[in-house]
């Protein structure tokens, strides 16, 4: 069977048993690595050993991946495309990499990415999508990726990222996610809660940091306290049915619209009114009514006293006269009179 195998690839691959290795490139038997870095290449090498390893083809010209670009080398763990031009990647163009465990992707000119591009990848570990254009991200780029521990999408065009594509990595364990164009809104927060979860399972990360709304802009998204994004979670039934959804979406749509970041001044409404100046004026008629009262008082008591001191003095006259006191008819004219006339004599 072997032997059969290996007179088939002779007759099939008559250039690589003549020549080894493609013109433009340095192949290492022993490591099956195949260096084709900087060769000014325009497209994938044709020839290339199918037994290899390891290709490098950084620092190239190379812009575009046809379907199946690998299909002569089913055996790749390492794939290097760093530093080229891409821009674009045919849906099936990693097809047959069933062993591919690294790929670098890193400074191409890539915008973005079809679903599930990558999976036919099975075992990859390191996905390095860093520094290009990418603006967006589809929810699924492969299967479940048990496999992969490294996940690097810097310096792209990235606003927000479904948190699905996360969890497709669930064994992930480092992530970068720096200088991308986040827009740190509702959006994020399906992220914000994933990447909590994730650092405190021990992962390693280099941040988020918000490009947009004014607001949060150079903002790392895991510092924005957790409160501001309580009302982009769905409301509870009871808090439907206690008092409907007008809270919520208020502040959800400071957040989805975060140049409206004046929240403060939709609430003064509700607690506006000045409390009612009553109380004063009670007040002011109890006291009145006191004074009132203690001057009708005092004036009734004056009067009484009056009284008092009339009838007394009518009693003393009556009894110094020896009269009785009921007698006194018109005591007050004759009185003056006869006390005048009584004290010379
Ligand atoms: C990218 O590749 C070109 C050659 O195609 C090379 O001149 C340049 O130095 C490389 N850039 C980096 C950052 O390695
Ligand atoms: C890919 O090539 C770049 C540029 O030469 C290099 O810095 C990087 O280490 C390579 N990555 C891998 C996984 O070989
Ligand atoms: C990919 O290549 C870049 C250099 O172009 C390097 O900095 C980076 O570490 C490589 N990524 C991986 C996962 O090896
Ligand atoms: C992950 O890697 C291990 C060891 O290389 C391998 O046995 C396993 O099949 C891989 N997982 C998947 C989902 O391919």
């Avoid at 439907?240 to 959800?252: D, E, K, L, T, W």
């Avoid at 975060?258 to 109380?279: Q, T």
């Avoid at 006259?317 to 020896?322: D, M």
């Amino acid at each position: 069977m072997k032997g059969e195998l290996l007179l088939l690839s002779s007759v099939i691959f008559p250039f690589y048993v003549v020549y080894g290795c493609p013109e433009k490139c340095h192949c290492h038997s022993s490591s099956k690595a195949v260096d084709c870095g900087q060769q000014g290449l325009v497209e994938i090498p044709p020839d290339l050993p199918p037994q290899t390893l390891t290709l490098y083809l950084q620092d190239n010209q190379i812009h575009q991946l046809p379907a199946f670009a690998f299909r002569s080398v089913p055996q790749l763990m390492t794939l290097n495309l760093s530093n080229n031009s891409l821009s674009t990647l045919a849906p099936e163009a990693f097809h047959g990499l069933q062993q591919l465990q690294v790929l670098n992707l890193t400074q191409n000119s890539l915008h973005s990415l079809e679903n599930r591009l990558f999976q036919s990848l099975p075992q990859l570990r390191e996905l390095d999508l860093s520094s290009n254009n990418i603006s967006h991200l589809p929810a699924s780029l492969g299967e479940l990726w048990e496999n992969l521990t490294v996940f690097a999408a810097q310096q792209n065009q990235l606003q927000q990222l479904d948190r699905t594509l996360l969890e497709s990595m669930p064994n992930v364990r480092f992530l970068f996610l720096k200088d991308n164009l986040w827009k740190c809104n509702c959006h994020l927060l399906g992220l914000k809660l994933w990447l909590e979860k994730f650092i405190y399972k021990g992962g390693l990360m280099d941040g988020v940091i918000c490009a947009s709304p004014d607001t949060w802009r150079g903002k790392d998204l895991l510092k924005i306290p957790h409160e501001l994004y309580q009302p982009c979670l769905p409301p509870s039934p009871d808090q439907v049915s206690s008092q409907g959804q007008r809270p919520g979406s208020a502040h959800r749509d400071a957040l989805s619209l975060p140049e409206n970041h004046n929240v403060g001044e939709r609430d003064p409404s509700e607690c506006g009114l000045p409390p009612k100046p009553r109380p004063a004026n009670l007040r002011h008629a109890v006291a009145t009514v006191i004074i009132t009262g203690v001057v009708c008082g005092i004036v009734c008591l004056m009067m009484l006293a009056a009284t008092i001191y009339g009838c007394a003095y009518a009693a003393i006259t009556a009894q110094y006269r020896g009269e009785p006191l009921a007698q006194t008819s018109e005591p007050g004219k004759m009185e003056g009179k006869e006390l005048f006339a009584s004290s010379p004599a």
